[in-house]
């Protein structure tokens, strides 16, 4: 038997979703946007879905919200801004859990901590989260070394990343172009 | 809670497909070996919440106006 044509014609229809967000109001957020968690944020067991908010304003860093609690509000980055030197390594489990072949890559998120005072801004480098956009699933996964924390310094971070890329400049070809003083 | 003894490798069974075993004992610490299927999940407590304390925290910290007015600041620079 064929479906009723009205009910299918719902289904495709009904994209958006209306969510309240505390700290933005009700904001439209397509369903094809909303990732699952694959086991529930440490903390947070009664959120499953989650979306991101870009905004111009607070880049590079994102919102990730859930779309079950209009209070839950992690902000997160992509840790490359910051550390270049951050190549964590995942089981092939927890890649199969989102989705993930073992040589697909995951987008990796790091959930950041903004206090008052910046300079003491930190990123959790132990727990990343590890998405998979397309297949719109994500988890969070426990870094089982040392070598990371929960605290990592960003403006740290940021003070390796540069070091690193002025070695790289003194190390290539090509010769430095300074730019001219005033004086 | 389940109390049980065990002397250096002997092994506890959970269910037929989980083993732990004791390697090694020196002094206070313990060193136990875990053999149990992939998607089982196994960590050290302190790091599993020390992660869920960090949620907590980033999650009660949020981004007021006046912090992203200073990331615009900050990271004017990147974004063009």
Redesign the interface.
């Known amino acids: 038997m064929t479906p009723p044509v009205g009910v299918s014609n719902a289904n495709i229809m009904e994209d958006a979703l209306k969510l309240t967000v505390s700290h933005l109001g009700e904001i439209d957020v397509a369903e094809s946007e909303i990732l699952n968690a694959t086991v529930p944020v440490p903390g947070f067991p009664d959120s499953h879905r989650y979306f991101f908010i870009e905004r111009d304003k607070i880049k590079p860093f994102k919102w990730l919200q859930s779309a079950d609690d209009p209070n839950l509000t992690f902000v997160v980055v992509e840790p490359h801004y910051f550390f270049h030197d951050y190549k964590p390594k995942f089981g092939a489990f927890d890649l199969k859990e989102i989705g993930l072949g073992p040589g697909e890559k995951p987008v990796l998120y790091a959930i950041v901590v903004l206090p008052e005072d910046l300079t003491k801004m930190t990123a959790n480098m132990r727990g990343p989260l590890i998405v998979n956009p397309a297949g719109k699933l994500f988890k969070q996964v426990f870094i089982e070394t040392d070598r990371w924390s929960v605290r990592e310094s960003i403006i740290e971070g940021i003070k390796r990343k540069e070091k690193a890329a002025l070695q790289d400049k003194k190390k290539g070809p090509q010769p430095e172009h300074k730019n001219a003083g005033t004086t | 809670m389940l109390v049980l003894s065990r002397k250096l490798e002997e092994s506890i069974m959970i269910g037929d497909k989980i083993e732990i075993k004791v390697i090694a004992v020196h002094g206070e610490t313990v060193k136990l070996g875990i053999t149990a299927p992939?998607?089982i999940?196994v960590?050290r407590k302190e790091?599993?919440e020390?992660?869920?304390?960090?949620?907590?925290?980033?999650?009660s910290?949020?981004?007021?106006v006046?912090?992203?007015d200073?990331?615009?600041h900050?990271?004017k620079n990147?974004?063009s």
Not at chain 2, 61 to 64: A, D, E, F, V
């Open positions: 992939r998607n999940p960590h790091v599993y020390e992660i869920e304390k960090e949620n907590i925290r980033a999650a910290s949020g981004m007021p006046e912090t992203i200073l990331l615009q900050i990271f990147e974004q």
